[in-house]
C-alpha cells in the first residue's frame, strides 16, 4: 500500500462533534428562555391564585361582613360583595341587595353616602351564628348643603364558614317611605 492509497472499504472519519454542538446551542438557549418565561408567568399567576382565594373568604368579625355589605351598598357597587355572601344563599342576597340599590337610585334624590351611626350591636349567638345591628342613615351632599337623614335600624344574621364571616340575611327597612319621603320616590 503506498501513501494516498485507500484501503477497500475505508472511509475518512466523519467529523461531527463540532457541528453538533454547534447545533444545539441555539436549543439550550430556548430551554434556558422557556425556563426563564415560564418563571416569570408563574410568579404572577401564583400571585393571582392566591388573590383569588383571598377575595373568596368571608370576613374576620361579623362586624366586619356587615360592614363590607353596607360599604358596597353605599358605594352603589356589587365588586367583592360576593365574598361576604353565604355561599348557599348569593343569589337570593345578591338580589335583595340590588333591588334596594335600585330604590336608592329611583328615588327623587339618589343618596350621596350610607353611613353607620353610633355603636355596633354584635350578638353572639354561638354554633358560629351571630346577628349585627346597625343605625343606619342616608347623608346627600350638594350645592354647598349637606343632609342627614333620621337613622334607622337595619340587621344582618352572619354565619362562619371556613373562610370567615359571611351575611346570612339581611333586614332592611324599606327605603322610600322610612329613609326618604314616599312623595319622593318615583315609581
Not at 360576593?82 to 345578591?94: G, P
Not at 338580589?95 to 329611583?106: C, E, L, T, W
Request: charged share 25%.
Amino acid at each position: 500500500m503506498t501513501m494516498g492509497e485507500e484501503l477497500p472499504g475505508w472511509r475518512p472519519p466523519r467529523i461531527r462533534k463540532a457541528g453538533r454542538q454547534a447545533r444545539r446551542w441555539p436549543w439550550a438557549l430556548l430551554a434556558l428562555v422557556v425556563v426563564a418565561c415560564a418563571g416569570v408567568v408563574a410568579v404572577p399567576a401564583s400571585w393571582a391564585v392566591r388573590k383569588q382565594a383571598e377575595a373568596e373568604r368571608g370576613e374576620p368579625a361579623p362586624e366586619a361582613a356587615a360592614t363590607v355589605w353596607l360599604m358596597k351598598l353605599s358605594a352603589g357597587e356589587e365588586d367583592g360583595l360576593s365574598r361576604v355572601l353565604a355561599k348557599s344563599r348569593h343569589d337570593e342576597l345578591l338580589d335583595q341587595f340590588v333591588r334596594y340599590r335600585d330604590d336608592i337610585a329611583g328615588s327623587g334624590r339618589p343618596v350621596s353616602k350610607l353611613e353607620a351611626v353610633g355603636s355596633s350591636v354584635i350578638e353572639h349567638q354561638g354554633d358560629d351564628r351571630a346577628t349585627v345591628e346597625e343605625q343606619v342613615r342616608g347623608v346627600w351632599w350638594g350645592d354647598g348643603t349637606n343632609l342627614a337623614g333620621t337613622p334607622h335600624m337595619w340587621q344582618w344574621q352572619l354565619r362562619k364558614d371556613r373562610g370567615g364571616w359571611r351575611v346570612w340575611s339581611v333586614d332592611l327597612p324599606p327605603w322610600c317611605g322610612v329613609h326618604i319621603r314616599a312623595e319622593l320616590c318615583r315609581r
